[in-house]
């Protein structure tokens, strides 16, 4: 009987031996995340993967940051008190910061780091994990964006966490993606009920990845037979393929569309100082290109003056290029086109020739050779409506800029005591002129607002293009049209005709090419203009006395 206890007690005591090591195996229930990432310097790769589960089960904004610079093999620990640490290259080891903080560390020797090592179990584990976090965050384009990632790689692993994310789902955008992400993968499956429902959830969702999917299961192989064996899966695919292809069409429009009124905008920027020059005094401008070139060029040298703030630069480079082209513009009236009133071939052939000195001026400071000016991150990208329609920032950006231009210039025009007096000079020369009105100041400052307005095109086409000595030559044949369709100094025939052209362009070029698109619209103006000598908006001239 006593060695019956004995034993009893021998198995007990075996128990309480054993307890501690199963503690050490597995982290502690609401440990922190600190103490967790201490558990992914252990050897052992079934230690490290139940750390990563209580880690991605931590409502915390840090662990996917930790989740993903793991998978991507870029986390180490420092050998010395084994803390989690990220690491970048230096010229004597490594540069590390605290993966928590972000704070730096210092640097170290490449010694003294060790990588966390994973295996193909466990980035299986991770890839998991990172997905299901993202599919359950409190944040609607997070989980958004999961569900366009698993869509673009789908995988049989993911399917149990889209299952729960879409039974927590209540947003109608995400709940679809969600959906259409496990229709992507239950494409794969044997049962033909679930394939067909798969195709019945790709429905209405605008996204090239399923069309592309949905295309391949109509073909046929080089046997003959289809690569989807179910009939009723094809003609459900056909269907759906049906109505993607109307949408995709759609949506093609509109953003041929947007493009045309992008392209508009830059003629209108282009035109509208032309428009004054040209229109209301009557020169024929051929240095008007050139009051863009220096616009761009000025954004340039505002940007390498304060390299560390783009957006701020390109906000200062606005007011500075409309002086820079402005002052030229008043230089070359005052200089040259003075002289000239009256005789408009005369200055057609003195501003051609002051582009070309222009030009070499530029070749002479800053090089023949393209500048390009940086995008501030407030342009770059796109705004993703959805997979068919994306409308970069930059071009819709320069959409509103433009058109923020063309009424401050009608304003100005309009309601201002120097706009009054340019009309006054416009209409009646003599009359103003004996009215106290210094018509010659006033043919300045009107030359110098169309070239600073010029110089203004040149800050919003230096987001587009690459700045050049040439940059200028490439619009001025465009802006001459624009003014001339739309009606000599009619600044609402400016902005019709701009769009106008910049829409029909974007439309033609697809069909007919670039060279044969503008072949066409050059012919169209040129027989509207025979039937419409005086533009789509005509508005009464002034002939200037010489």
Same mark, same amino acid.
Request: charged share 20%.
């Given at each position: 009987?006593?060695?019956?206890?004995?034993?009893?007690?021998?198995?007990?005591?075996? +128990?309480?031996?054993?307890?501690?090591?199963?503690?050490?195996? !597995?982290?502690?229930?609401?440990?922190?995340?600190?103490?967790?990432?201490?558990?992914?310097?252990?050897?052992?790769?079934?230690?490290?993967?139940?750390?990563?589960?209580?880690?991605?089960?931590?409502?915390?904004?840090?662990?996917?940051?930790?989740?993903?610079?793991?998978?991507?093999?870029?986390?180490?620990?420092?050998?010395?008190?084994?803390?989690?640490?990220?690491?970048?290259?230096? !010229?004597?080891?490594?540069?590390?910061?605290?993966?928590?903080?972000?704070?730096?560390?210092?640097?170290?020797?490449?010694?003294?780091?060790?990588?966390?090592?994973?295996?193909?179990?466990?980035?299986?584990?991770?890839?998991?994990?990172?997905?299901?976090?993202?599919?359950?965050?409190?944040?609607?384009?997070?989980?958004?964006?999961?569900?366009?990632?698993?869509?673009?790689?789908?995988?049989?692993?993911?399917?149990?966490?889209?299952?729960?994310?879409?039974?927590?789902?209540?947003?109608?955008?995400?709940?679809?993606?969600?959906?259409?992400?496990?229709?992507?993968?239950?494409?794969?499956?044997?049962?033909?009920?679930?394939?067909?429902?798969?195709?019945?959830?790709?429905?209405?969702?605008?996204?090239?990845?399923?069309?592309?999917?949905?295309?391949?299961?109509?073909?046929? *192989?080089?046997?003959?037979?289809?690569?989807?064996?179910?009939?009723?899966?094809?003609? !459900?695919?056909?269907?759906?393929?049906?109505?993607?292809?109307?949408?995709?069409?759609?949506?093609?429009?509109?953003?041929?569309? =947007?493009?045309?009124?992008?392209?508009?905008?830059?003629?209108?920027?282009?035109?509208?100082?032309?428009?004054?020059? =040209?229109?209301?005094?009557?020169?024929?401008?051929?240095?008007?290109?050139?009051?863009?070139?220096?616009?761009?060029?000025?954004?340039?040298?505002?940007?390498?003056?304060?390299?560390?703030?783009?957006?701020?630069?390109?906000?200062?480079?606005?007011?500075?290029?409309?002086?820079?082209?402005?002052?030229?513009?008043? #230089?070359?009236?005052?200089?040259?086109?003075?002289?000239?009133?009256?005789?408009?071939?005369?200055?057609?052939?003195?501003? +051609?020739? #002051?582009?070309?000195?222009?030009?070499?001026?530029?070749?002479?400071? =800053?090089?023949?050779?393209?500048?390009?000016?940086?995008?501030?991150?407030?342009?770059?990208?796109?705004?993703?409506? *959805?997979? +068919?329609?994306?409308?970069?920032?930059?071009?819709?950006?320069?959409?509103?800029?433009?058109?923020?231009?063309?009424?401050?210039?009608?304003?100005?025009?309009?309601?201002?005591?120097?706009?009054?007096?340019?009309?006054?000079?416009?209409? *009646?020369?003599?009359?103003?002129?004996?009215?106290?009105?210094?018509?010659?100041?006033?043919?300045?400052?009107? =030359?110098?607002?169309?070239?600073?307005?010029?110089?203004?095109?040149?800050?919003?086409?230096?987001?587009?293009?690459?700045?050049?000595? *040439?940059?200028?030559?490439?619009?001025?044949?465009?802006?001459?049209?624009?003014?001339?369709?739309?009606?000599?100094?009619?600044?609402?025939?400016? +902005?019709?005709?701009?769009?106008?052209?910049?829409?029909?362009?974007?439309?033609?070029?697809?069909?007919?090419?670039?060279?044969?698109?503008?072949?066409?619209?050059?012919?169209?103006?040129?027989?509207?203009?025979?039937?419409?000598?005086?533009?789509?908006?005509?508005?009464?001239?002034?002939?200037?006395?010489?």
């Amino acid at each position: 009987m006593i060695k019956q206890y004995w034993g009893v007690l021998l198995v007990l005591l075996s +128990f309480v031996c054993v307890a501690p090591s199963w503690a050490a195996d !597995e982290p502690e229930a609401g440990a922190s995340l600190e103490s967790l990432l201490s558990e992914l310097t252990s050897s052992s790769f079934k230690k490290k993967a139940k750390a990563v589960e209580t880690i991605a089960a931590m409502d915390d904004e840090r662990v996917l940051p930790v989740l993903e610079s793991m998978l991507a093999g870029d986390l180490y620990y420092r050998k010395s008190d084994d803390k989690i640490v990220l690491t970048a290259s230096a !010229e004597s080891g490594y540069q590390i910061t605290d993966v928590l903080t972000g704070d730096d560390l210092g640097v170290v020797g490449k010694r003294d780091v060790k990588k966390v090592a994973t295996n193909n179990s466990l980035r299986k584990q991770l890839r998991t994990q990172i997905a299901g976090y993202k599919l359950l965050s409190k944040k609607a384009d997070i989980r958004l964006a999961a569900a366009d990632d698993l869509i673009k790689t789908p995988s049989p692993e993911f399917l149990e966490v889209l299952q729960g994310a879409i039974a927590k789902e209540k947003d109608n955008t995400v709940l679809k993606a969600l959906k259409v992400a496990r229709a992507v993968i239950l494409l794969q499956s044997e049962s033909e009920v679930d394939r067909i429902q798969a195709v019945k959830d790709m429905d209405g969702f605008a996204n090239k990845h399923t069309m592309a999917m949905l295309t391949a299961l109509v073909q046929q *192989n080089e046997d003959g037979s289809y690569v989807e064996p179910s009939q009723l899966v094809r003609e !459900e695919a056909i269907s759906v393929l049906k109505g993607l292809n109307a949408m995709e069409t759609w949506y093609k429009f509109v953003e041929d569309l =947007f493009f045309g009124f992008s392209l508009g905008s830059v003629l209108l920027l282009a035109a509208v100082g032309l428009a004054i020059t =040209f229109g209301v005094m009557g020169v024929i401008n051929m240095a008007h290109g050139e009051m863009i070139m220096l616009g761009a060029y000025t954004t340039y040298v505002i940007q390498l003056i304060m390299p560390n703030q783009i957006g701020a630069s390109l906000i200062v480079a606005v007011p500075a290029a409309f002086l820079v082209s402005g002052l030229m513009g008043v #230089i070359i009236e005052r200089t040259v086109i003075r002289h000239l009133y009256g005789r408009p071939l005369e200055t057609l052939l003195a501003t +051609f020739g #002051i582009s070309l000195i222009l030009q070499q001026l530029v070749r002479s400071v =800053f090089s023949p050779l393209n500048r390009s000016v940086i995008t501030p991150d407030w342009m770059s990208g796109s705004w993703e409506i *959805n997979g +068919f329609l994306s409308l970069t920032y930059n071009r819709l950006y320069i959409i509103i800029f433009a058109l923020m231009v063309l009424f401050g210039l009608m304003l100005l025009l309009k309601k201002s005591f120097f706009g009054l007096q340019m009309r006054a000079v416009t209409q *009646n020369r003599s009359m103003a002129s004996s009215m106290g009105i210094r018509t010659g100041w006033v043919d300045a400052m009107t =030359f110098g607002l169309g070239s600073g307005i010029a110089g203004i095109a040149g800050v919003a086409l230096s987001q587009l293009t690459n700045v050049g000595p *040439n940059l200028g030559q490439s619009y001025i044949i465009d802006s001459f049209l624009v003014v001339v369709f739309g009606g000599v100094g009619n600044l609402w025939g400016t +902005f019709v005709a701009a769009m106008g052209l910049g829409i029909a362009n974007k439309f033609v070029e697809p069909m007919a090419g670039a060279v044969l698109a503008k072949i066409l619209i050059l012919v169209f103006i040129i027989l509207f203009i025979q039937r419409r000598p005086r533009g789509l908006f005509a508005l009464k001239g002034r002939f200037v006395e010489g």
